[in-house]
């Protein structure tokens, strides 16, 4: 049954990591991934605690973007 098979994929599978479906910074995708955490003690624990990874994420994914404009002279 499908509708089955889509319990236990909701359950027990672990979501493609989101580079395999776009370009995604490594930062942003780790903040992705926890947030989908079966566990609910492995997502983050508090919104604020949220605001600050996607902040520290966008931070990063900007300095390096930053610095590849640099190093091609751009």
Not at 5 to 22: G, I
Not at 30 to 52: I, T
């Amino acid at each position: 049954h499908e509708t089955d098979q889509m319990a236990v994929l909701h359950l027990y599978a672990r979501p493609p990591r989101p580079s395999a479906l776009a370009p995604v910074p490594q930062k942003l995708a780790e903040v992705v991934l926890r947030c989908l955490e079966k566990s609910p003690e492995k997502r983050f624990q508090s919104v604020e605690e949220l605001q600050a990874a996607l902040s520290d994420a966008v931070s990063q994914a900007r300095a390096s973007e930053h610095s590849e404009h640099l190093a091609i002279g751009v």
